[in-house]
């Protein structure tokens, strides 16, 4: 059991999965999407046959702002997506050569955050290390 908060992890999924369905092609775009588990959390992966991301661009997705939409986007999805990730205390990853489609991968870990929000998950156990949060 991974302890999260539903709602802010909906969005981050849902974040991820409209990048792909506006990154894909009309006709033939395809979007899998991989869960697995392992001793020490969950992976989630979102993988697109768009056309991929830059690797010069790759280091910005995650900043606020970068858009590559123009007027169709806010540049704040991806930031917002890593954000709840951490927030979870997972991370994470992209993984793209820029040509064929791209990768992202979470990692939530099975011991978060005492109390990531809303939680309707397993109940954190008694006396969880301290966590320090940075949300603005």
Known sequence: PISCDANSLHQALLNLLLNAVEAVPAK????I???RTEPLGGWIEIIDNGPGIDRERQAD?????AS???????????PVTR???????G???????GESGATFRLFLPTSGPLDP???TGPIPVANPPAVEDEFE
């Not at 033939?28 to 979007?31: L, P």
């Not at 590559?68 to 991806?78: A, D, Y």
């Open 83 to 89: 954000q709840i990730i951490e927030g979870h205390g």
């Open 91 to 97: 991370h994470i990853e992209l993984d793209s050569d």
């Open 28 to 31: 033939s775009g395809r979007i």
């Open 33 to 35: 999407v991989r869960a």
């Open 61 to 65: 997705v995650f900043l606020p702002f």
């Open 117 to 119: 929000g809303e939680t």
């Open 68 to 78: 590559t939409k123009g007027q169709r986007g806010t540049g704040l999805g991806l």
